[in-house]
C-alpha cells in the first residue's frame, strides 16, 4: 500500500493529534504531498500542502495558525500536527500524493474533536 495515515483518534477540544503518513516506493521528499479531510455530509477538502522544491507550505483558511504539515525524510512519513482542536475538525483524514492533482490516496484516518 503505497501511503498509510495513522495517528487518528479521539480527542477534548482544545487538544492535539499528530497525523503520519509512512509511503512506500517513492521517497516523500522526491514529491508534493497534502493531507485533506472528509467530514460527514461534506465533501472532501484540501488541509494542508507542502511543496517539493521550495518545501512551500499551504493550509486551509480555517486550520491556518493550528496545523503544521512537515516531512520526515528519515521516516518517509509525511505529518500533520494538528493543534488546538475544534469539534468542526472532526473528519476522516487523508494523504495524497501531489499539491494540486493527486494520483495516490491513503486509506484515510479518523479524527473525532468531542468532549
Known amino acids: 500500500v503505497p501511503l498509510v495515515e495513522s495517528g487518528g483518534g479521539l480527542v477534548q477540544p482544545g487538544g492535539s493529534l499528530k497525523l503520519s503518513c509512512a509511503a512506500s516506493g517513492f521517497a516523500v521528499n522526491s514529491i508534493d504531498m497534502s493531507w485533506h479531510r472528509q467530514a460527514p455530509g461534506k465533501e472532501r477538502e484540501l488541509v494542508a500542502r507542502i511543496k517539493k522544491f521550495d518545501e512551500e507550505t499551504d493550509y486551509a483558511a480555517d486550520v491556518l495558525g493550528r496545523f503544521t504539515i512537515s516531512r520526515d525524510n528519515a521516516r518517509n512519513t509525511v505529518d500533520l500536527q494538528m493543534n488546538r482542536l475544534k469539534p468542526e475538525d472532526t473528519a476522516v483524514y487523508y494523504c495524497?500524493?501531489?499539491?494540486?492533482?493527486?494520483?495516490?490516496w491513503g486509506q484515510g484516518t479518523q479524527v473525532t474533536v468531542s468532549s
Open positions: 495524497a500524493r501531489g499539491a494540486f492533482i493527486y494520483d495516490i
